[in-house]
């Protein structure tokens, strides 16, 4: 099933978590897009449109979304500089790991999800902590209906 960024932004709000960030402009997404050469999904976009993630204190079952211009590869998180609490294992086991961009993590560094915007890798939403990982969503509207299932 899937769940679209409108009805999780209500979702949001009907669990009385603090209201989440004003969306991106338009501008942004798109200047997200070419500075990182990648294009997000449609329903990423959309939720980017509507909320762009969500202030630290901000957590939905311990998940905290990121707003845009904090999305990163998982490289570059996991490179020490990010954030020096973090596990700096690399899930190298995950194909097109490098084209996967976290959006939210989860118990405060301990795991994060992120969603794969390179050829290949398209859409899906993965949960990784450390080298381990699994997919979550075949879309990252499949994960939001997941994640409101769970929380």
Excluded: K
């Amino acid at each position: 099933m899937r769940m679209t960024s409108q009805e999780f932004r209500e979702f949001w709000v009907s669990r009385a978590i603090p209201a989440p960030r004003s969306g991106a402009s338009e501008a942004s997404i798109a200047a997200f897009e070419q500075e990182r050469g990648v294009m997000l999904p449609p329903d990423f976009r959309q939720f980017f449109e509507l909320m762009d993630g969500a202030d630290d204190s901000a957590t939905a079952g311990a998940l905290t979304f990121w707003p845009l211009s904090e999305l990163r590869p998982i490289p570059e998180v996991m490179n020490g500089t990010f954030n020096p609490c973090m596990d700096l294992r690399v899930p190298t086991s995950l194909p097109g790991f490098e084209g996967y961009y976290v959006f939210a993590d989860f118990l405060i560094w301990s795991n994060f999800y992120a969603i794969g915007l390179a050829p290949g890798t398209e859409g899906a939403v993965v949960f990784v902590h450390g080298t381990d990982w699994f997919r979550v969503g075949g879309s990252f509207s499949e994960f939001l209906h997941s994640y409101s299932q769970e929380y």
